[in-house]
């Protein structure tokens, strides 16, 4: 009976585990749709600014502006921008990332370049703080869904470091969202910024919805109009000075539109993870279950078999 007892109590603890793996799962879900709708919300200013960008681009070449954050100079150290998250239990999504940060440096050495990392998250800070890396700046503790703010403060750091010449080049690397079980580790320049990547360019928007009682991602092609300025257009002031003002806006609003990316991928990791848990679980209970069902069906027959041992004993 002891047997029995025991296996019932692991019945019950697995369940208890489910339960939560389950609601998690639900958490992560709505959070993911939360990322949605901040990216929704944030369309209507980056489509304005693809906008302006693209008049400007059309009034002056880009190539010849003298402008800080286009001058492509001689590369020594690169600085490496590397988004994990705070926690864990999404599956393999924090060690992807921090391995492809880990290879790209490797990569740079090879070149003879050196390298400087800026850590977005405390899986990534706590892993190369403690194998002594170079660590130029670090944030934890950041919003589920980044904000606006939280990708100023970043970007205001990444400037900073590319201005004062600390850094020659500024790589992201972040888990790009493809699909509720799929997202891809990749490495992108944010800094200098490349004349031929700020015109208006159709992009996608991810909806997270629900088919037959299970979640799904939809993704919509969104275009953004290539309207030019009108060929009267006076500016009250030099278009170089504008374009000068409007990149840093640009690179926040890159770098905010990365990190969502990232959140989205790290929920939807989540929601993989908790979902698995939860049919492992379903699995495991059964098979429980039916060695319960065994175990007691054979102490049952056992307990017969002594009560008839017993009854004949007493015949004899």
């Known amino acids: 009976m002891a047997n029995l007892k025991a296996i019932?109590?692991?019945?019950?603890?697995?369940?208890?585990?489910?339960?939560?793996?389950?609601?998690?799962?639900?958490?992560?879900?709505?959070?993911v749709r939360r990322a949605q709708e901040q990216v929704l919300g944030t369309r209507p200013f980056a489509d304005r600014l693809a906008q302006v960008l693209y008049g400007l681009q059309a009034r002056l070449k880009f190539e010849d502006a003298d402008l800080p954050l286009l001058?492509?100079?001689?590369v020594r150290t690169v600085g490496l921008l590397v988004v994990t998250g705070d926690r864990g239990l999404c599956g393999g999504y924090n060690n992807n990332i921090i391995?492809?940060?880990?290879?790209?440096?490797?990569?740079?050495?090879?070149?003879?370049?050196?390298?400087?990392?800026?850590?977005?998250?405390?899986?990534?800070?706590?892993?190369?703080?403690?194998?002594?890396?170079?660590?130029?700046?670090?944030?934890?503790?950041l919003e589920q869904i980044p904000t606006a703010t939280e990708a100023s403060q970043i970007?205001?750091?990444?400037?900073?470091?590319f201005l004062s010449e600390t850094v020659d080049r500024v790589e992201l690397i972040y888990t790009k969202f493809v699909s509720l079980i799929s997202s891809?580790?990749?490495?992108?320049?944010?800094?200098?910024?490349?004349?031929?990547?700020?015109?208006?360019?159709?992009?996608?928007?991810?909806?997270?919805t629900t088919r037959g009682g299970e979640f799904e991602v939809q993704r919509d092609k969104i275009t953004t109009p290539a309207l030019g300025f009108p060929r009267d257009m006076i500016f009250e002031q030099d278009p170089t000075q504008i374009l000068n003002?409007?990149?840093?806006?640009?690179?926040?609003?890159?770098?905010?539109?990365?990190?969502?990316?990232?959140?989205?991928?790290?929920?939807?990791?989540r929601m993989t993870a908790m979902n698995s848990a939860s049919d492992n679980a379903s699995g495991l209970i059964s098979s429980l279950t039916l060695t319960y069902n065994k175990a007691r069906q054979a102490s049952?027959?056992?307990?017969?078999?002594?009560?008839v041992g017993g009854a004949e004993a007493l015949r004899g």
Do not use: C, H, W
């Not at 970007?155 to 470091?161: G, R, T």
């Open 99 to 141: 391995k492809r940060a880990e290879n790209r440096a490797k990569e740079l050495q090879a070149e003879g370049l050196d390298y400087k990392y800026i850590l977005v998250g405390r899986k990534a800070t706590q892993y190369f703080q403690r194998r002594n890396q170079p660590i130029e700046g670090k944030y934890t503790g």
């Open 300 to 307: 049952i027959t056992q307990e017969i078999l002594e009560v």
């Open 8 to 31: 019932r109590d692991q019945i019950q603890s697995v369940k208890n585990t489910k339960k939560i793996t389950e609601a998690m799962r639900l958490v992560a879900a709505a959070k």
């Open 71 to 74: 001058k492509q100079r001689s």
């Open 184 to 208: 891809r580790p990749v490495v992108q320049t944010l800094l200098p910024l490349d004349p031929q990547g700020l015109e208006a360019r159709d992009d996608e928007i991810f909806r997270l």
């Open 245 to 269: 003002a409007l990149l840093p806006l640009y690179l926040n609003n890159q770098l905010l539109r990365a990190l969502q990316e990232a959140a989205a991928s790290e929920l939807a990791a």
């Open 155 to 161: 970007a205001d750091e990444l400037l900073s470091l």
